[in-house]
């Protein structure tokens, strides 16, 4: 029976450890770097772009 437990507790360890070693992966990737400067630069652009007049409307 304490073989069991051992075991479900080791099995959540394990499954803690690499969700944690995963997701510092994956932040600190280049690609996710360079995503991410990507969608900056594109919503810098589309704000950039001619609004239309319904976004200065003065019934707001």
């Known amino acids: 029976m304490a073989g069991i ?3 479900i507790l080791s ?3 394990l499954y803690a ?3 944690a ?3 510092n992966g994956v932040d600190s990737s280049r690609l996710v770097r ?3 400067k990507q969608e900056e630069s594109n919503e810098s652009t589309q704000a950039k772009m001619k ?3 319904l976004d ?3 019934d707001d």
């Open 17 to 19: 450890v690499v969700s």
């Open 21 to 23: 070693a995963v997701r």
């Open 11 to 13: 099995l959540f360890i």
């Open 56 to 58: 200065h409307d003065l």
């Open 5 to 7: 437990a051992i075991y």
């Open 51 to 53: 609004s239309s007049f």
């Open 34 to 36: 360079l995503l991410e």
